[in-house]
């Protein structure tokens, strides 16, 4: 493995220091040379990249023809189903599900004699053809990844590969050719709308922390993604931190702030890690720190770890985490930007959101705000998971359709099975349902159908989700999440559960669906913050649109998607099963009696004893023969 | 903890109010826990009333005011993972352990946890095991899984206790 040249990191004292210091870096680097780039990204260690790395070490350090290739490990692609991704420049091959054994051949085949290994290579799920780069794949054809799009190409560990696909130059064009005011301006025509959630205008939220008065003001970058099912801002600041950082610095400089603090989620090591590298190099380079370039602007980075409260990411609750406190949200008269951390003007802005500053401040706030719709400009990135076939991270243009999205991009719905909903917008957000699938994705179109935009999450729910228990699985999320300040809250949340549960287990009455609704409406006005404010969403959502899955729950006592244990029965079918016994083994209360059948003996077919039968699912899990019917 | 190993964390993050869930972090990192020692220990030095610790301690989910098990297993319960199963796969594991969510073995060697989400949602099922993933899980692999934590493999069937 060839390592470069180490340039000696000095602290770079103007724009002109910085060109030259990333010219250096390019020069050393030839577009030619090979390079492998091994998605890191916690999709693909779950997938265990890890040891595809160590393969591909050990193969560079044995072999003497080894010159000029070089092993990158990445943040992720996206395309975390199909992990471990493995991409070759500048060829841009792109092998998938590579596993440790494959890497010898890769390397004598494909790195040194150009040979393509077909087996690993993605194969269109409805044609057959197999596609030999990733921007072919049709996963990634239709989006538009201006934000995670570097993601994919550079090691996040190290600033000399930030720098290399541009990075800071919209920093120094911020600083060096733009009054603050201009800054704002441009932000504001770009029309950023807050990616975490809430989707206020960046643009406004800053000017009024500008002209907020006080000396000391501080910019906060939100990374305690809460929401369950959304991990963007987590492999943002895995994957290209740098981004982030720059960001953040043109924003504290259009704000005037001095200080800012990326507050941290607890679960999210390897995030903590590369941003408190990122912030270490920009500090070394001057990027960070006294006189940035000697533009005379001071602003430095400190870093803050949430504890684990959802409601940590609720703005003035995050504000009191980082000040010691517990993290309560206090009530919204008062605007962070006018008196937020320790009392002074705030700007608090998502990971993603931060994301899109230096796009936007390069390529102008005319460019950006041609992309998207009326109200939505840019682009958003949405994890696309649950029971969908392809599984990852995609960005798209906002305005497309969610069929697209799950269609197009997902590939549709996994096993032929039938498609139900899509969830967006974290336990804030609802269920959309069939008849809407051609809704263009935005802001406004979102919440107008009962749910919201959220940080980006989107559960695909398929024929076997029952959306009660959905709903019962939100309210359960929000009850141990509530923090109990508001009454409305601490108390609506649980009840709603308890109606719920009633309801799943089999002991719901009619009327119980009206008294949902009120509870939700009373949550809903009397809490001080957005956990209260909309958690009755997914309950409100799943009632306008699945009413019948719940009178089915009520009336009937049956789940029609076969979720809600306590209406489950489960029975052996005797003319399937093979007297294998290997349901009985796999049964941990002993429920299921027979006889298997040997080649000496005769065997009896299995029966489940309903007593003693807790409805785990083993048994059905564990059979080969389908021989397990579930009513 | 000694006193001396808890001054150097504190030293670290600084003497101020601030720094309180910095160096409660630590603490748990090292110990697994917040022993009433310690706590009693950071309040004296940082002059903070305990009553304010423990409520910092118990709000937030990263902090355990009980000794942990060796390992600790972070079943995720996101929404991604609950469509696909999630609950059937901590049942089983509760099942397997005899332990419910935020209870340790009796040997030391679990300690179980529930987390809201993992953010490896497209792996889902996942089971974090001291940090290490285990995507796609299912209640038939988590015996299996579970296996390679076990101190001693004869004594699986005491370890269970």
């Given at each position: 493995m060839?390592?470069?040249?180490?340039?000696k990191?000095?602290?770079?004292s103007?724009?002109?220091?910085?060109?030259?210091?990333?010219?250096?870096?390019?020069?050393?680097?030839?577009?030619?040379?090979?390079?492998?780039?091994?998605?890191?990204?916690?999709?693909?260690?779950a997938?265990?990249?890890?040891?595809?790395?160590?393969?591909?070490?050990?193969?560079?350090?044995?072999?003497?023809?080894?010159?000029?290739i070089?092993?990158?490990?990445?943040?992720?692609?996206?395309?975390?189903?199909?992990?471990?991704?493995?991409?070759?420049?500048?060829?841009?091959?792109?092998?998938?599900?590579?596993?440790?054994?494959?890497?010898?051949?890769?390397?004598?085949?494909?790195?040194?004699?150009?040979?393509i290994l077909?087996?690993?290579?993605?194969?269109?799920?409805?044609?057959?053809?197999?596609?030999?780069?990733e921007?072919?794949v049709?996963?990634?054809?239709?989006?538009?990844?201006?934000?995670?799009?570097?993601?994919g190409?550079?090691?996040?560990?190290?600033?000399?590969?930030?720098?290399?696909?541009?990075?800071?130059?919209?920093?120094?064009?911020?600083?060096?050719?733009?009054?603050?005011?201009?800054?704002?301006?441009?932000?504001?025509?770009?029309?950023?709308r807050?990616?975490?959630?809430?989707?206020?205008?960046?643009?406004?939220?800053?000017?009024s922390?500008?002209?907020?008065k006080?000396?000391?003001?501080?910019?906060?970058?939100?990374?305690d993604?809460?929401?369950?099912?959304?991990?963007?801002?987590?492999?943002?600041?895995?994957?290209?931190?740098?981004?982030?950082?720059?960001?953040?610095?043109?924003?504290?400089?259009?704000i005037?702030?001095?200080?800012?603090?990326v507050?941290v989620?607890?679960?999210?090591?390897?995030?903590?890690?590369?941003?408190?590298?990122?912030?270490?190099?920009?500090?070394?380079?001057?990027?960070?720190g006294?006189?940035?370039?000697?533009?005379?602007?001071?602003?430095?980075?400190?870093?803050?770890?949430?504890?684990?409260?959802?409601?940590?990411?609720?703005?003035?609750a995050?504000?009191?985490?980082?000040?010691?406190?517990?993290?309560e949200?206090?009530?919204?008269?008062?605007?962070?930007v006018?008196?937020?951390?320790?009392?002074?003007?705030?700007?608090?802005?998502?990971?993603?959101?931060?994301?899109?500053?230096?796009?936007?401040?390069?390529k102008?706030?005319?460019?950006?705000?041609?992309?998207g719709?009326e109200?939505?400009?840019?682009?958003?990135?949405?994890?696309?998971?649950?029971?969908?076939?392809n599984t990852?991270?995609?960005?798209?243009?906002?305005?497309?359709?969610?069929?697209?999205?799950?269609?197009?991009?997902g590939g549709?719905i996994?096993?032929?099975?039938?498609?139900k909903?899509?969830?967006?917008?974290?336990?804030?957000?609802g269920?959309?349902?069939?008849?809407?699938?051609?809704?263009?994705?935005?802001?406004?179109?979102l919440?107008?159908?009962?749910?919201?935009?959220?940080?980006g999450?989107?559960?695909?729910?398929?024929?076997?989700?029952?959306?009660?228990?959905?709903?019962?699985?939100?309210?359960?999320f929000?009850?141990d999440?509530?923090?109990?300040?508001?009454?409305?809250?601490?108390?609506?949340?649980?009840?709603?559960?308890?109606?719920?549960?009633?309801?799943?287990?089999?002991r719901?009455?009619?009327e119980?669906?009206?008294l949902?609704?009120?509870?939700?409406?009373?949550?809903?006005?009397?809490?001080?913050?957005?956990?209260?404010?909309?958690?009755?969403?997914?309950v409100?959502?799943?009632?306008?649109?699945?009413?019948?899955?719940?009178?089915?729950?009520?009336?009937?006592?049956?789940c029609?998607?076969?979720?809600?244990?306590?209406?489950?029965?489960?029975?052996?079918?005797?003319?399937v099963?093979?007297?294998?016994?290997?349901?009985?083994?796999?049964?941990?209360?002993?429920?299921?009696?027979?006889?298997?059948?040997?080649?000496?003996?005769?065997?009896?077919?299995?029966?489940?004893?309903?007593?003693?039968?807790?409805?785990?699912?083993?048994?059905?899990?564990?059979?080969?023969?389908?021989?397990?019917?579930?009513? | 903890?000694?006193?001396?190993?808890?001054?150097t964390?504190?030293?670290?993050?600084?003497?101020?109010?601030?720094?309180?869930?910095?160096?409660?972090?630590?603490?748990?990192?090292?110990?697994k826990?917040?022993?009433?020692?310690?706590?009693?220990?950071?309040?004296?030095?940082?002059?903070?009333?305990?009553?304010?610790?423990?409520?910092?301690?118990?709000?937030?989910?990263?902090?355990?005011?009980?000794?942990?098990?060796?390992?600790e297993?972070?079943?995720?319960?996101?929404?991604?993972?609950?469509?696909?199963?999630?609950?059937?796969v901590?049942?089983?594991?509760?099942?397997?352990?005899?332990?419910?969510?935020?209870?340790?073995?009796?040997?030391?060697?679990f300690?179980?946890?529930?987390?809201?989400?993992l953010?490896?949602?497209?792996?889902?099922?996942?089971?974090?095991?001291?940090?290490?993933?285990?995507g796609?899980?299912?209640?038939?692999?988590?015996?299996?899984?579970l296996?390679?934590?076990?101190?001693?493999?004869?004594?699986?069937?005491?370890?269970k206790?």
């Amino acid at each position: 493995m060839r390592i470069g040249r180490e340039i000696k990191m000095q602290r770079l004292s103007s724009p002109q220091e910085l060109e030259k210091y990333r010219q250096e870096i390019l020069s050393q680097r030839n577009l030619n040379q090979t390079i492998v780039t091994v998605c890191g990204g916690t999709g693909c260690h779950a997938a265990g990249c890890h040891a595809v790395v160590d393969a591909f070490k050990k193969v560079l350090q044995e072999s003497v023809k080894n010159n000029g290739i070089s092993l990158r490990v990445t943040g992720c692609h996206g395309f975390c189903e199909r992990g471990p991704l493995v991409v070759i420049h500048p060829k841009e091959i792109f092998y998938q599900r590579v596993k440790p054994e494959d890497v010898p051949s890769i390397f004598s085949e494909t790195i040194l004699k150009g040979n393509i290994l077909e087996h690993l290579l993605y194969e269109h799920p409805v044609t057959g053809e197999r596609i030999l780069t990733e921007k072919d794949v049709p996963f990634y054809k239709k989006q538009m990844r201006i934000i995670f799009g570097n993601n994919g190409f550079i090691d996040p560990t190290k600033i000399e590969d930030y720098l290399a696909v541009g990075g800071y130059q919209a920093l120094v064009k911020a600083l060096f050719s733009m009054r603050p005011e201009e800054i704002i301006q441009e932000v504001k025509k770009a029309n950023l709308r807050g990616r975490g959630g809430g989707g206020f205008p960046a643009g406004i939220k800053w000017e009024s922390c500008r002209r907020a008065k006080g000396d000391i003001k501080y910019v906060i970058c939100n990374a305690d993604e809460g929401d369950p099912g959304a991990y963007m801002d987590r492999s943002l600041l895995e994957g290209n931190p740098h981004s982030v950082l720059e960001g953040m610095i043109i924003g504290a400089f259009a704000i005037g702030a001095k200080e800012g603090y990326v507050y941290v989620r607890h679960e999210y090591p390897l995030a903590l890690t590369n941003i408190m590298m990122a912030i270490e190099q920009a500090r070394g380079l001057g990027l960070l720190g006294k006189n940035i370039l000697n533009s005379g602007f001071d602003f430095d980075v400190f870093i803050s770890r949430g504890g684990g409260a959802f409601v940590g990411g609720e703005s003035s609750a995050l504000v009191a985490s980082i000040a010691g406190d517990v993290a309560e949200p206090r009530a919204k008269h008062i605007h962070l930007v006018e008196s937020g951390l320790w009392n002074r003007p705030t700007t608090l802005n998502n990971v993603e959101t931060w994301a899109n500053v230096p796009v936007i401040i390069l390529k102008g706030g005319d460019w950006y705000s041609q992309i998207g719709t009326e109200g939505s400009k840019g682009t958003k990135i949405f994890s696309l998971v649950g029971k969908v076939n392809n599984t990852g991270l995609v960005e798209v243009p906002m305005g497309i359709t969610l069929r697209e999205i799950i269609y197009d991009i997902g590939g549709g719905i996994p096993e032929g099975k039938k498609f139900k909903a899509v969830q967006t917008g974290g336990p804030s957000g609802g269920c959309i349902p069939e008849s809407l699938l051609d809704l263009p994705v935005d802001f406004d179109r979102l919440t107008e159908v009962g749910s919201m935009m959220g940080s980006g999450g989107m559960i695909v729910m398929d024929e076997s989700t029952c959306m009660v228990d959905v709903a019962k699985y939100f309210m359960n999320f929000l009850k141990d999440e509530s923090c109990g300040k508001c009454t409305s809250c601490r108390e609506g949340t649980k009840r709603m559960h308890e109606l719920l549960t009633e309801i799943t287990e089999g002991r719901g009455k009619l009327e119980y669906l009206d008294l949902l609704e009120e509870l939700g409406w009373v949550t809903a006005e009397a809490s001080l913050c957005a956990l209260g404010g909309t958690a009755p969403n997914p309950v409100l959502s799943t009632l306008r649109y699945f009413r019948e899955e719940y009178e089915e729950h009520i009336l009937h006592k049956r789940c029609p998607a076969k979720v809600c244990r306590s209406l489950l029965k489960y029975r052996i079918l005797p003319e399937v099963c093979t007297m294998c016994g290997r349901c009985a083994k796999a049964c941990p209360t002993d429920a299921i009696t027979g006889k298997r059948k040997t080649k000496k003996e005769e065997g009896i077919p299995f029966r489940i004893d309903e007593e003693k039968c807790i409805k785990c699912g083993m048994c059905f899990e564990s059979c080969k023969f389908n021989a397990i019917e579930v009513q | 903890m000694t006193h001396s190993e808890i001054d150097t964390i504190i030293e670290r993050h600084g003497k101020k109010e601030s720094a309180i869930l910095a160096i409660l972090q630590d603490i748990q990192t090292r110990e697994k826990y917040l022993s009433k020692e310690a706590l009693e220990y950071v309040g004296e030095k940082l002059r903070i009333p305990l009553t304010k610790l423990y409520r910092i301690a118990t709000f937030f989910r990263a902090f355990s005011l009980m000794p942990r098990g060796r390992h600790e297993i972070c079943v995720c319960m996101g929404t991604a993972c609950h469509v696909r199963g999630a609950q059937r796969v901590l049942d089983q594991i509760q099942l397997e352990l005899g332990i419910r969510p935020g209870e340790t073995t009796k040997d030391l060697n679990f300690t179980l946890e529930t987390v809201n989400c993992l953010g490896v949602c497209a792996a889902g099922p996942v089971v974090a095991i001291d940090g290490q993933y285990f995507g796609k899980m299912s209640p038939t692999k988590v015996e299996g899984t579970l296996k390679r934590f076990y101190e001693n493999r004869k004594g699986d069937k005491d370890a269970k206790a």
